[in-house]
C-alpha cells in the first residue's frame, strides 16, 4: 500500500495514534503531535493501520529505545517515549475513555508509578526448534531471540542467557520463568523425561515442573505479601510487577477506609491477593474463583498463613447469586447470607459479563473496588453500574512501564 504523510493528533489505547487521511488513521511508533511518513498496511471499514517509516518532525519526548528488538518483538509499545510522557498519555487515555465510554468527567487522582526498566517478576519465553529463546514476533510465530528483555527482573535475565541454546531445551515449546523469594521455571510442549528436569536445577533455578507432568524442586514462587507469606503456581495469575502490586494492595486499603466489622467479597480472586491482606482488617472474607490452581494456592495460603475468617467458592461471579454461603466470622447459628459490604472485582481484560454486572447489582454491597487492566472495558462497565453507584474515585497504576498497558482502581459507592 502507499505511504503517506501524516500528523498524529491523540494516544488511542493499543500503543496507536490518530491520524487523517482519506479517513481515520491509527499509526504504529508514533507520539502525539509528530508529523511522519507512514506506510499504510491495512484498510478497515471504518479506518486504516499505518506504520510509522520516517519521523519528519520529532516530538521533544521522543527517546532512543534501550532493546535492540524493541518495534520487532511485540512486548513493548513505549520505549521510544519519555516515561514522564508514557505516564501522560496513559492518563489521557483512560481519561477519554471515562468521558466516551462511561459518560462521567471524573478527574484521576495521582498517578502511582514504580521503577520503569526491571519489574517483571515473570515471562514466558517462547523457542525455536534450535533451542532459541524470546518473544514471538508481533503478528506471527517467528521467535524474536532476546538475550537480555529490560523490563523483566535481573534474575530471569541471567537464567535466560544460560538457557539460550542449551541443548537440554531443545525441543520445549515454552519456559515461564517466575522469580520472587526462589525461582522456578514451568516447561510446556515437550515429551521431556522427568531425568532432564535437574538440568534447571544445575542451572540455578529452584524448581522446574512439565505441563500436567513431573517436577522437581519448588513448584510454587514465594513472595511477601506485607507480613504475610504468599505462593503462587505457574499456572495462576499473580501480578507480575510485585512492588507496585504491593503498593496497589496498600492504596486499595486507604481507599476502603474502616472495614473493622465488615464482610468482603474478591470476585475473581486468584490466590488472594487483596483477600489475604485486607482479612487482617476485616469480619470476613470469601474469595470466588473458578481456577482450580489458583484455589489450591489460595488454600494453601490460608494455611500457611493460618487465617481463620477467609473461605473460596469455586464457581463464577455470575452463579454466586445462586449460591447462599455461611458468612466467614459468623457465629454457629446456622445463618446464610450472600450480602457482602464490599465487593472487590479484578476481571480478565474483557471486564465484566452481562450476568456478571446483574449479579453485582443484585447483591448490593455499599462500595465496588474495581480493579481493571483495560480502561475501555472498565469505562464501560462503570457506565452499566452507574444506575446504583456513583464513581468516588480513579487512580491510574503503571503496572507495566513501556507498554500500553493501563491498570485502573475505580471506588464506587452505593447511592
Not at 17 to 38: D, Q
Not at 223 to 229: E, P, V
Not at 346 to 352: F, Q
Request: hydrophobic share 35%; proline share 3%.
Amino acid at each position: 500500500m502507499e505511504q503517506v504523510e501524516l500528523e498524529t493528533e491523540a494516544p488511542l489505547y493499543g500503543g496507536l495514534c490518530l491520524s487523517r487521511h482519506n479517513g481515520v488513521v491509527f499509526v504504529k511508533g508514533t507520539i502525539p503531535g509528530e508529523r511522519v511518513l507512514a506506510q499504510l498496511r491495512e484498510q478497515k471499514r471504518d479506518y486504516s493501520i499505518a506504520d510509522a517509516v520516517e519521523i519528519l518532525h520529532r516530538s521533544q519526548d521522543r527517546v532512543e529505545a534501550r532493546c535492540p528488538v524493541f518495534s520487532v518483538c511485540g512486548g513493548c509499545h513505549y520505549q521510544h517515549i519519555s516515561y514522564e510522557r508514557q505516564l501522560a498519555i496513559k492518563e489521557e487515555i483512560v481519561t477519554d475513555c471515562l468521558h466516551r465510554i462511561g459518560k462521567t468527567d471524573i478527574a484521576l487522582g495521582a498517578t502511582l508509578a514504580g521503577q520503569q526498566w526491571h519489574y517483571r517478576s515473570k515471562a514466558q519465553f517462547k523457542l525455536s526448534d534450535d533451542g532459541t529463546m524470546g518473544f514471538y514476533k508481533e503478528d506471527s510465530r517467528d521467535v524474536v531471540s532476546v538475550r537480555e528483555c529490560f523490563i523483566c527482573k535481573n534474575e530471569i535475565n541471567g537464567l535466560l542467557r544460560k538457557l539460550s541454546g542449551a541443548r537440554f531445551v531443545r525441543g520445549i515449546k515454552e519456559i515461564h520463568i517466575l522469580t520472587g523469594e526462589n525461582t522456578i521455571a514451568y516447561i510446556k510442549g515437550t515429551d521431556m523425561d522427568e531425568g532432564r528436569l535437574d538440568f534447571f536445577l544445575d542451572v540455578g533455578f529452584d524448581g522446574a515442573a512439565l505441563e500436567g507432568g513431573p517436577s522437581v524442586g519448588d513448584t510454587c514462587c514465594r513472595f511477601m505479601l506485607g507480613q504475610q507469606s504468599y505462593t503462587v503456581s505457574a499456572q495462576t495469575f499473580f501480578q507480575a510487577n510485585w512492588e507496585l502490586n504491593l503498593r496497589l494492595i496498600q492504596l486499595l486499603s486507604e481507599a476502603l477506609g474502616d472495614i473493622e466489622g465488615m464482610t468482603i467479597l474478591d470476585a475473581y480472586g486468584g490466590a488472594g491477593n487483596f483477600s489475604l491482606p485486607l482479612s487482617l482488617h476485616c469480619r470476613g472474607a470469601t474469595v470466588i474463583e473458578s481456577n482450580p490452581h489458583a484455589i489450591a494456592d489460595g488454600k494453601r495460603n490460608i494455611e500457611n498463613n493460618q487465617l481463620k475468617n477467609i473461605k473460596y467458592i469455586s464457581r463464577p461471579l455470575e452463579k454466586l447469586i445462586n449460591a447462599k454461603a455461611k458468612e466467614p466470622g459468623a457465629s454457629d447459628s446456622g445463618k446464610e447470607a450472600n450480602k457482602y459490604d464490599v465487593v472487590i472485582v479484578d476481571p480478565p481484560r474483557v471486564g465484566l459479563t452481562t450476568v456478571g454486572i446483574s449479579r453485582l447489582l443484585a447483591l448490593s454491597p455499599r462500595r465496588i473496588a474495581y480493579v481493571s487492566c483495560n480502561p475501555a472495558t472498565f469505562a464501560r462497565d462503570i457506565h452499566k453500574l452507574s444506575q446504583q453507584y456513583t464513581l468516588a474515585s480513579v487512580r491510574l497504576v503503571d503496572m507495566f512501564p513501556n507498554t500500553y498497558h493501563c491498570e485502573v482502581l475505580g471506588i464506587l459507592n452505593r447511592r
